[in-house]
């Protein structure tokens, strides 16, 4: 496996940041949950039933949206078009972006904020809600910041690049819930109508045993993306989706992009792979970043279940983000872009185009949220799914980086931190 010099290098739970992360003790804590919820995933899973008819916004929530850059712009229209929402205060890294978020979403200037520390200006700012849609390394900290001060959170993916990160997520959630708060992340695959009925099926027992899973992430769009040479500091990386490319700020890409394929496998499933072995290389010439070209990682269950994970960032000719499902009476497929259906067996379902997933995934889910904070539910049912599907991620990218079989268990035992340098950064 070619090595990439510009990774950071890891740390163990003994080196965590008290500023960012949980303490030691909370997260074995969280840990141990995880792990109970690797043999049986929670009963209902968001998108087990169909989304309810829209209901007519009841009152305006106060939201403060921390990342205004391109997903964060996007998903403001879709706030602001909800009905529900009143963004009053924003943040941004970049003083020109909050500011020109600002003046397009008609937000006060004195309530847009700039630099690291800006999301905390946010939080005093009087808001009720928070949307965290800016670079995923300061997710949870950010996260868990927003709980503490008792704010309802809509979180984009992925929600972690480390498994520390994805543990102070898991506690955060937890809270919310205690705290009579709600905490939802943004993933659209389990949102769509057809891949609900397609997953409803296999529930029902459709595929009869089930033999094997296939999943495809990367796609040639991942090449489109700029990986300009770094600079004295990583700022030019923060802006633009360039940190996609970067372990320490993103994940990389088998986390940042395939997490929604994965995440699809794992809300059908409804159970963790026990381990992962696999192989991965940089291919592209002058390489900036860490990112991986090509990765495929193998996944083994408990039963000996198998499920092969394909990553390309390099020019293909067909589309990312493909879940397939194989049993012994039928076969299944659930998808981002294109078709999604169950071919064979007692239960075959020709299925349906799954239709603009990207924009509809995230007004269902803002709909889904606002809804959920003013008829008072705060179970939070999407929480433990995302982080296991980003441990599942995790745990290909970290087989794959190594060339090694790796079990869960051993990962969640390292609890490495992988530590982005913010040396020189505006705080």
Same mark, same amino acid.
């Given at each position: 496996m070619e090595k990439n010099e510009t990774r950071p290098a890891?740390?163990?739970?003994?080196?965590?940041? *008290?500023?960012?992360?949980?303490?030691?003790?909370?997260?074995?804590?969280?840990? #141990?949950?995880? @792990?109970? #919820?690797?043999? !049986?995933?929670?009963?209902?899973?968001? !998108?087990?039933?169909?989304?309810?008819? $829209?209901?007519? $916004?009841? =009152?305006?929530?106060?939201l403060g949206i921390i990342g205004c850059g391109g997903r964060g712009s996007?998903?403001?229209? @879709?706030?602001?078009?909800?009905?529900?929402?009143?963004?009053? #205060?924003?943040?941004?890294y970049f $003083?020109?972006?909050?500011? #020109?978020? !600002?003046?397009?979403?008609?937000?006060?200037?004195? *309530?847009c904020f700039s630099t690291l520390s800006g999301y905390k200006r946010v939080i005093e700012s009087g808001i009720e809600a928070i949307a965290i849609e800016d670079v995923p390394c300061f997710y949870a900290e950010q996260a868990e910041a927003a709980v503490a001060a008792g704010l309802h959170v809509y979180m984009a993916k992925p929600i972690a690049a480390d498994v520390p990160s994805c543990l102070s997520i898991l506690a955060s959630g937890k809270l919310a819930t205690k705290k009579n708060l709600c905490f939802l992340m943004d993933y659209q695959m389990p949102t769509d109508p057809v891949n609900i009925e397609v997953a409803k099926?296999?529930?029902?027992?459709?595929?009869?045993?089930?033999?094997?899973?296939?999943?495809?992430?990367?796609?040639?769009?991942?090449?489109?993306?700029?990986? $300009?040479?770094?600079?004295?500091?990583?700022?030019?990386?923060?802006?633009?989706?360039?940190?996609?490319?970067?372990?320490?700020l993103s994940g990389e890409w088998c986390v940042a992009y395939d997490v929604h394929c994965i995440d699809a496998a794992v809300w059908v499933l409804r159970r963790l792979p026990v381990s992962a072995a696999g192989y991965s290389r940089i291919l592209r010439p002058n390489p900036q970043s860490d990112m991986q070209d090509v990765e495929f990682v193998t996944y083994e269950f408990e039963d000996g279940m198998l499920w092969n994970h394909q990553s390309l960032s390099i020019p293909d000719h067909g589309r990312s983000l493909v879940?397939?499902?194989h049993g012994d009476a039928a076969s299944a497929?659930?998808?981002?872009?294109?078709?999604? @259906?169950?071919?064979?067996?007692?239960k075959h379902y020709g299925g349906g185009e799954v239709e603009s997933l990207y924009d509809r995934g995230a007004v269902r889910n803002i709909a889904e949220f606002y809804n959920a904070i003013t008829e008072g539910r705060f179970d939070n049912p999407t929480?433990?799914?995302?982080?296991?599907?980003?441990?599942?991620?995790?745990?290909? =990218?970290?087989?794959?980086? *190594?060339?090694? *079989?790796?079990?869960?268990?051993?990962?969640?035992?390292e609890n490495a931190k992988i530590e982005p340098d913010l040396t020189g950064l505006k705080t």
């Open positions: 890891l740390e163990t739970s003994g080196g965590m940041s *008290r500023r960012r992360f949980i303490s030691g003790l909370a997260a074995s804590t969280a840990s #141990a949950s995880l @792990f109970g #919820a690797a043999t !049986g995933m929670a009963q209902e899973q968001p !998108g087990d039933k169909p989304a309810e008819a $829209p209901k007519p $916004p009841e =009152r305006k929530i106060k996007f998903l403001a229209g @879709f706030f602001r078009k909800h009905g529900g929402y009143e963004i009053h #205060a924003v943040a941004d $003083p020109e972006v909050v500011n #020109a978020f !600002g003046n397009a979403n008609g937000v006060d200037k004195a *309530r099926r296999i529930w029902d027992g459709a595929l009869g045993r089930r033999i094997a899973v296939t999943t495809l992430g990367g796609g040639s769009g991942a090449t489109a993306r700029p990986d $300009p040479p770094k600079d004295k500091t990583i700022e030019s990386r923060l802006r633009g989706g360039i940190w996609n490319n970067d372990i320490a879940t397939n499902f497929q659930l998808s981002y872009w294109g078709k999604s @259906f169950l071919r064979g067996g007692p929480v433990q799914r995302s982080v296991d599907s980003t441990l599942t991620a995790i745990l290909g =990218r970290e087989a794959a980086l *190594r060339g090694k *079989r790796l079990t869960m268990a051993e990962l969640i035992k």
